[in-house]
């Protein structure tokens, strides 16, 4: 069965700019969460998606934003990046919210 | 708000020891809560999954105990091995939000040979 995939690995970009990364979750599962991932921060929640929906939410400004296609995929935006956006960003699928299963990562460095 | 707290920040063992990782959580009124391990640069990897009604999961050489009471979760290795080197986090979801994992600050282990 293939885990979570994430695309892309790897990302440069300048300040002002904006990014789009993309999830596929396991199959089957139809919930997909997303997480960021700093030095200073650790790892904070960003939204939940399930069935299309977003259904939980963190503390991030409006600047990130996510979707849900029909077939479980995932898409995160950040636009108008900041230095502070340099992270790693990490996908998370789950069956209804039980156990999670991380994909590799997209590590995004804002210039 | 709830608030994880792992200790210690770091540890280094040598091979064949066996320890004890600790996790502590603010609110008790938790979901489940999860145990991975995180290689430099990777994703997460799950180790152990805890429901709330539960009290201890294991797996091979780990395995894991909860106290939902008391806001406490270890992570137990048995017999260490230098592959077992990583960044151990402990993540909690809540009773109404079973998706969003709260995470600890991690506990980074070495063991050396």
């Known amino acids: 069965k293939a885990g979570v995939t994430q695309t892309p690995r790897y990302l440069i970009k300048t300040r002002g700019q904006q990014v789009t990364l993309s999830c596929s979750p396991i199959s089957g599962h139809r919930s997909v969460s997303w997480y960021q991932q700093t030095p200073g921060q650790g790892l904070q929640f960003l939204f939940e998606?399930?069935?299309?929906?977003?259904?939980n939410k963190g503390n991030f400004p409006g600047r990130f934003s996510g979707r849900q296609f029909s077939n479980s995929r995932s898409e995160m935006n950040v636009s108008t990046l900041e230095l502070g956006d340099s992270a790693l960003y990490l996908c998370?699928?789950?069956?209804?919210?039980?156990?999670?299963?991380f994909g590799p990562g997209t590590r995004l460095t804002v210039l | 708000k709830q608030e994880v707290t792992q200790i210690p920040a770091a540890l280094s063992v040598p091979e064949g020891e066996n320890l004890v990782l600790n996790c502590s959580f603010t609110?008790?009124?938790?979901?489940?809560l999860q145990w991975f391990r995180q290689d430099p640069g990777k994703g997460l990897t799950s180790l152990l999954l805890?429901?709330?009604?539960?009290r201890e999961q294991t797996s091979g050489r780990l395995n894991a105990s909860l106290d939902k009471s008391s806001g406490r979760s270890t992570l137990y290795i048995a017999a260490s091995q230098p592959g077992d080197s990583a960044t151990y986090l402990c993540?909690?979801?809540?009773?109404?939000?079973?998706?969003?994992?709260?995470f600890g600050t991690g506990t980074r282990l070495q063991v050396t040979l």
């Open positions: 805890i429901q709330s009604s539960q």
């Open positions: 998370a699928s789950s069956l209804a919210g039980l156990e999670q299963f």
């Open positions: 993540a909690v979801s809540g009773t109404g939000t079973a998706s969003k994992l709260t």
């Open positions: 998606y399930f069935s299309e929906t977003q259904r």
């Open positions: 609110d008790s009124a938790i979901y489940n």
